[in-house]
């Protein structure tokens, strides 16, 4: 059987990384959190309350470095009948999830040192699979398709993170601008093909560009 993601995806990488940050934050503080939130109209501010960081998810795109990938053909069983048959598969868009990290509460210095935390844990774990994705999604749709996340701190100017603030219309504040890439949305556009008698058609074998590749 052929595992795909689902399009519970975009919520299972945020949770994926609220667990990993949260290890993360609580090296130097046992009782720090992790929140994802919503910024947009909301006021928020650094604040002197529990120390913590905040994670917004402020732009879903899809990755330009993933398109055109081929349809896949995979060889399915029905269930009632036992018949065997061969199914097109519509590749998975290719998303791309850009995040703000956001210190809050204590001082200047242990936000700094909070920071620094999360940016090490990030750093070192840059490409996220297997074990590090299966404890933290509550459908773990990711680690069930058998897929890696890879995280980048996004090199943005000061003029270009300030813009970030801006546009959800939040003063500025001192954060981090990361990329989670490539989260696959499984697609539903499926198109079921002759039944198979024989031969060898593998499981999960892409069909070349002449079958089903988006313009």
Do not use: C
Not at 11 to 37: G, K, M, P, Q, Y
């Amino acid at each position: 059987m052929v595992v795909v993601g689902s399009a519970d995806v975009i919520a299972d990488v945020s949770d994926i990384l609220v667990h990993v940050l949260t290890a993360a934050v609580r090296e130097s503080d046992a009782h720090a959190r992790v929140h994802l939130v919503e910024l947009v109209g909301q006021h928020r501010g650094g604040g002197h309350g529990r120390l913590g960081l905040e994670l917004f998810l402020y732009e879903v795109a899809e990755d330009p470095s993933a398109r055109n990938r081929p349809s896949r053909h995979t060889v399915v069983e029905d269930p009632d009948t036992g018949a065997v048959r061969q199914e097109r598969r519509r590749a998975d868009m290719a998303l791309l999830l850009r995040y703000l990290l956001i210190p809050t509460g204590g001082t200047p210095d242990a936000q700094q040192r909070i920071l620094g935390r999360a940016m090490r844990a990030l750093y070192d774990d840059a490409i996220l699979q297997g074990p590090s994705l299966v404890p933290a999604a509550q459908s773990n749709s990711v680690a069930d398709a058998g897929e890696s996340l890879k995280l980048r701190l996004a090199p943005l100017s000061l003029d270009e993170r300030a813009k970030v603030w801006w546009a959800i219309s939040q003063p500025y504040r001192l954060s981090l601008n990361y990329e989670v890439r490539v989260v696959n949305l499984a697609s539903r556009d499926i198109t079921r093909e002759s039944a198979v008698t024989g031969g060898g058609v593998g499981v999960g074998v892409g069909v070349g560009p002449s079958a089903g590749v988006r313009p």
